[in-house]
């Protein structure tokens, strides 16, 4: 199974902020990473797909990069409605694992 | 436009079963990828079954020869038979469409909460 490892698990921010996640496997995903955006109560929303396409209708101050077995999402100016906790997944092989999410939260 | 609408959970004791129903439209469940995605509460976030659009599934280790996942075309819907059930199982329950190509989950149902104990 391929493990994915997020850091940091939480992640104290000011609006404004430029805000870096990283996501490391466990093995080589040929860029079949995935980022995902969830806020209480709600499903989860995809972000940015195949390592650094951006999902249709996602604003542009969300990008991903990477590739091989490290991948970062990056806010590059964050917004209120941005304080949520992101998860990375990976879609190459069965099992699909997701990270531990890193909660952005108000510093 | 592509909704994706869970049914089926609720309470039960554990050893039972329960069948949970994801209803699709939008789109065709069986040309595409279709997956079920669960939440401890408090937890994040764990991958539990696919249905590729050939038919094939594959399922999480923590729940294989327990769970089924399954498809009605005719009904444009998805289901997850849960058998066995334990208090560890039990979570909110989401389905999630898998695009082509990258098998990305794009589409995601609101979720419905399973809850097992006695």
């Known amino acids: 199974d391929i493990r994915m490892t997020q850091s940091p698990f939480s992640l104290p921010a000011s609006v404004g902020d430029r805000v870096t996640i990283t996501c490391r496997a466990s093995?080589?995903?040929?860029?079949?990473v995935n980022w995902y955006q969830q806020k209480p109560g709600k499903a989860p929303k995809l972000l940015i797909y195949?390592?650094?396409s951006l999902q249709g209708g996602v604003p542009s101050r969300f990008s991903g990069s990477g590739s091989g077995t490290d991948f970062t999402l990056t806010i590059s100016t964050l917004q209120p409605e941005d304080f949520a906790t992101y998860y990375c997944?990976?879609?190459?092989?069965?099992?699909?694992?997701f990270g531990q999410g890193t909660k952005v939260e108000m510093k | 436009e592509v909704q994706l609408v869970e049914s089926g959970g609720g309470l039960i004791q554990p050893g039972g079963s329960l069948r949970l129903s994801c209803a699709a439209s939008?789109?065709?469940?069986?040309?595409?990828?279709m997956s079920w995605v669960r939440q401890a509460p408090g937890k994040g976030l764990e991958w539990v079954s696919v249905?590729?659009?050939?038919?094939?599934?594959y399922s999480a280790d923590s729940v294989k020869g327990r769970f089924t996942i399954s498809r009605d075309d005719s009904k444009n819907t998805l289901y997850l038979q849960m058998n066995s059930l334990r208090i560890e199982d039990t979570a909110v329950y989401y389905c999630?469409?898998?695009?082509?190509?990258?098998?990305?989950?794009?589409?995601w149902g609101q979720g419905t909460l399973v809850t097992v104990s006695s």
């Open positions: 195949a390592a650094f």
């Open positions: 939008g789109f065709t469940v069986s040309s595409i990828y």
């Open positions: 093995q080589s995903t040929s860029n079949y």
């Open positions: 249905i590729y659009s050939g038919g094939n599934t």
């Open positions: 999630a469409r898998a695009a082509l190509g990258w098998v990305q989950l794009d589409y």
């Open positions: 997944q990976q879609s190459y092989s069965t099992p699909w694992t």
